[in-house]
């Protein structure tokens, strides 16, 4: 209940940030997910993110994520950026929680990263520290907290048309996501897509494919993800 309590109050906070003043680009998406690995086969959940922006030098982020097994993440991020003549510059910082009840476990990453987005491609580059907790003490009631203080963070993605245009197609390969952080080594490969119906509704689409690995001590082998939804732009 403590997992699906802080999950529900990161919801409402999306909701409390799409009411804000600032009606620049303020967003909310809403996405179900279904997803197949070696560990739990078949899985669905829903996603939820809200965007708010103040001016046009700075941005908010909450996203929200529940699965099956009994898997839930809440990221905040905060991101100040530069808009140039060509692009923007923008840092990134992130406070993401990950619980797997099923496991007994959660991570916790605190992460900074600097980018630079332009219409075509974006690149990102940054570190993380990385906390996973054993959150029931199953080994004679002893903890298993694992501390790593520095992780490399990335991520690089493209476009095959203009930000502004009404649809768009691009991929890239991350090892991090709004509701899961990976080891250097584990790459996220993905391609997504977007539909504008009119000026304030999108429909969007993900595929996520991850080698091999996982961040938090469960043995996926590979796995893969779908997410279909609508963004709604205040």
Request: hydrophobic share 40%; with cysteine; glycine share 8%.
């Amino acid at each position: 209940m403590k997992h699906i309590s802080i999950t529900v109050a990161l919801i409402f906070l999306a909701s409390l940030l799409s009411a804000g003043e600032n009606s620049a680009c303020r967003s909310l998406t809403v996405m179900g997910m279904y997803g197949w690995n070696e560990t739990w086969h078949n899985y669905g959940g829903v996603d939820i993110a809200a965007v708010l922006p103040a001016g046009g030098w700075f941005e908010a982020a909450v996203a929200a994520e529940v699965h099956n097994p009994k898997t839930y993440a809440v990221t905040a991020t905060a991101r100040p950026k530069i808009n140039l003549k060509a692009g923007a510059l923008f840092l990134d910082c992130s406070a993401h929680y990950r619980a797997h009840a099923s496991y007994g476990t959660a991570d916790f990453n605190l992460a900074a990263s600097a980018g630079y987005r332009m219409d075509y491609f974006s690149v990102q580059i940054g570190a993380t520290s990385h906390f996973t907790y054993d959150l029931e003490r199953k080994n004679g009631g002893k903890s298993e907290n694992i501390s790593e203080p520095l992780n490399l963070l990335y991520r690089a993605s493209f476009n095959v048309r203009p930000a502004s245009s009404r649809w768009n197609v691009g991929g890239g390969v991350a090892n991090y996501t709004d509701y899961e952080y990976e080891r250097t080594w584990v790459p996220m490969f993905f391609l997504d897509g977007r539909f504008d119906i009119d000026e304030r509704l999108s429909v969007l689409c993900r595929f996520d494919l991850k080698s091999a690995g996982t961040f938090h001590g469960t043995a996926e082998f590979w796995g893969a993800a779908f997410r279909a939804g609508v963004r709604y732009s205040f």
